[in-house]
Nanobody, 124 residues
Framework: QVQLVESGGGLVQPGGSLRLSCTASGRTFSSATMGWFRQAPGKEREFVAAIRWSGGSTMYADSVTGRFTISRDNAKNTMYLQMNNLEPEDTAVYYC?????????????????WGQGTQVTVSS
């Protein structure tokens, strides 16, 4: 099993920044992909960004491209999401997820492991 723990959420004003972290423990894969998803009240869970653990290739949703940056620290088994120029529409519970394999996929069903989520609220 893989355990994922997110941290770093909170309340921020529009235009502000936050950095989310996701630390993985337990079973490891020789090839893996990790991603960030978010879910706002009354909406479906949506893809935000993904990163290939080996090599670091990334992919972003159009809505966050240019504002969010996904990265990872292999030595710490930790993935990050740097969020800049936050907008009220970014308000949601943010989840990290992991899957075996190197394909950068956008569908939640493709990811077998999930964290508990961390709340991000963008409001003045």
């Amino acid at each position: 099993q893989v355990q994922l723990v997110e941290s770093g959420g909170g309340l921020v004003q529009p235009g502000g920044s936050l950095r989310l972290s996701c630390t993985a423990s337990g079973r490891t894969f020789s090839s893996a992909t990790m991603g960030w998803f978010r879910q706002a009240p009354g909406k479906e869970r949506e893809f935000v960004a993904a990163i290939r653990w080996s090599g670091g290739s990334t992919m972003y949703a159009d809505s966050v491209t240019g504002r969010f940056t996904i990265s990872r620290d292999n030595a710490k088994n930790t993935m990050y999401l740097q969020m800049n120029n936050l907008e009220p529409e970014d308000t949601a519970v943010y989840y990290c997820a992991a899957r075996a394999g190197t394909s950068l996929l956008v569908y939640p069903v493709s990811y077998a492991y999930w964290g508990q989520g961390t709340q991000v609220t963008v409001s003045s």
